[in-house]
């Protein structure tokens, strides 16, 4: 499948205002330009670029044939794997929005989403980790109204729900210039996905993004870590993230690059794919990166390969970054700052910036953003006092779907997203981050929500008030304690705690500490002081 009016230059790589700026548009140039070489990679399936756009339209045809009309939601509740990328592509083709859902989310988790999402459709599987999505939905008993049908990419259909492959087949109804209209119709300021994250309210918010400021913000994504056409990348960052399908599969696809999806994250697994598949980039966080150069069967492993890193969302000391180049051949190593509310990107280092500056600053702006560090009255404060981070550009969130309130409340008249984090600017307009307005903790990569645990904890029958806090964690960065207040005559365990947790939220979610106390320090408005919190976890180790 081509279209000449869909074929990218390499004028237009490197412009800001794409005119290819849809991802149905990037998938049929994609197949003009690079044709037989692998878009995807998985396991014993290879597909091709002119394979992967035959796909799409195959699944676009197949949403059609379903009754999916532009504007409608979808979500696909699904590790790694090349279904993923087909469906959501194919959704996009029809002009349908994407729902990504967290794999780790339990039933009741993944029923809110898609009921505020009003998703039409689910795409999942039911043979993950021993996990069986459908059951798991179903078994929470939660109401989800809008969801008229679910499909199985990969594991057997159970009743009630279809195969990808008879999904796939009755879109064969469907003239393949319906789907090519379809595909050719969606244009760069309607939605493509959104995105539900979580805030100080404990409710997750779905994140709305359109296919334009996706594009533009990592197509200068790729320019600035230089990914390019034959590399080879590793995905270990899961494609319901921001980061896994955004800067993996969306960048992967503009830059002609093979995506290698990876399905669970596995040190051993990572270092094994790295040298059998000859992968030049690898993003992952500090961890990753440190646990393969102390893993004491390194020199087993040829990792020659490497080219390109990407890292955040963590503290990272400099040695470590003067060890990847040393050791693991990284020519490029790339940190950065961005949420889900700014596409997921807003500053980035430089490939020549130097080792200390990798590791203990976020970055400047992409190209075309604005970001300042302000006081409370939104007045920039001084280079190298602290303020809250700021954005104002193009990869700015259209809004919280459904939630025009929030949306004000993070977005001001001037266009400027509040971040709720607290940073510092140097001269040079790089960024790091100091605090977290909201509270937030980032574990192993995943944003955690104190307002959002706390609210499940309080599911249990036991505990009559709680405080969630992020504390540090050699391996984790960090990982949440709650300190627990129980009900009049009850007397909890802390363990019985942790093990509840694990069963009722997704585990990065769950407190790996817990401390049973008589009362939590509260202000004399009743809101719980963080600090003290946080002043008693570290006076007990």
Not at 242 to 254: E, H, Q
Request: hydrophobic share 45%.
């Amino acid at each position: 499948m081509t279209s000449d009016d869909a074929v990218i230059t390499d004028a237009e790589r490197t412009r800001g205002d794409l005119e290819w700026g849809t991802t149905p548009r990037l998938v049929i140039a994609g197949a003009a330009r690079w044709g037989d070489h692998p878009a995807v990679v998985d396991g014993d399936t290879v597909i091709s670029y002119a394979d992967l756009a035959d796909r799409v339209e195959a699944a676009a045809r197949a949403f059609l044939a379903a009754g999916i009309q532009p504007g409608d939601r979808a979500a696909i509740w699904s590790p790694n794997i090349w279904e993923w990328i087909v469906a959501a592509l194919g959704l996009h083709s029809a002009g349908g929005v994407l729902v990504p859902l967290n794999t780790r989310f339990k039933g009741h988790e993944a029923a809110y989403v898609l009921r505020n999402s009003r998703a039409r459709m689910l795409f999942t599987v039911t043979d993950f980790l021993d996990t069986d999505y459908v059951s798991l939905l179903r078994d929470s008993g939660a109401e989800t109204p809008d969801l008229e049908r679910i499909v199985v990419l990969r594991g057997a259909a159970p009743a009630g729900a279809s195969s990808f492959a008879d999904f796939l087949e009755a879109g064969s109804t469907v003239p393949a210039e319906e789907a090519h209209e379809a595909m050719m119709a969606v244009t760069p300021d309607d939605l493509s996905d959104i995105i539900f994250t979580s805030g100080t309210t404990g409710q997750p918010k779905g994140v709305m993004t359109a296919h334009g400021q996706n594009l533009r913000a990592f197509c200068d994504w790729t320019e600035v870590v230089g990914l390019r056409h034959g590399d080879r990348y590793l995905v270990v960052n899961p494609f319901f993230h921001a980061f896994g399908y955004k800067a993996g599969v969306l960048a992967s696809l503009m830059a002609g690059a093979t995506i290698h999806p990876h399905l669970v994250f596995d040190v051993p697994q990572v270092m094994q794919r790295v040298a059998a598949e000859q992968i030049t980039m690898l993003p992952g966080p500090p961890t990753l990166y440190q646990s393969i150069l102390n893993h004491p069967d390194l020199a087993d492993f040829d990792m020659s390969s490497l080219r390109l890193a990407v890292t955040g969302a963590a503290a990272i000391p400099v040695e470590l970054i003067v060890r990847m180049r040393n050791e693991l051949s990284f020519e490029t190593i790339i940190t950065g700052y961005g949420l889900t509310e700014a596409c997921g990107i807003a500053t980035m280092c430089r490939y020549d910036d130097d080792p200390e500056t990798i590791a203990t600053k976020s970055g400047r702006a992409i190209p075309g953003i604005e970001v300042l560090c302000v006081d409370e009255k939104g007045v920039e404060v001084p280079r190298g006092e602290p303020g809250e981070v700021v954005v104002r550009g193009y990869n700015v969130m259209k809004g919280y779907f459904d939630d025009d309130a929030e949306t004000a409340a993070t977005i001001d008249a001037d266009g400027w997203l509040h971040t709720g984090d607290i940073g510092e600017m140097d001269e040079r307009g790089y960024i790091w981050i100091t605090d977290r307005m909201k509270d937030m903790f980032i574990t192993g990569g995943f944003n955690a929500y104190p307002a959002e645990i706390e609210n499940l904890l309080l599911g249990h029958e036991g505990i009559g008030q709680v405080g969630v806090i992020g504390v540090p964690d050699e391996r984790m960065g960090e990982v949440g304690m709650a300190f627990v207040v129980p009900r009049p005559g009850v007397t909890l365990d802390p363990d019985e705690i942790i093990a509840w947790a694990r069963e009722h939220m997704a585990n990065f979610k769950a407190p790996r500490r817990v401390a049973i106390v008589d009362s939590l320090p509260l202000n004399a408005s009743g809101k719980v002081l963080k600090f003290e919190l946080r002043e008693r976890a570290a006076a007990e180790g």
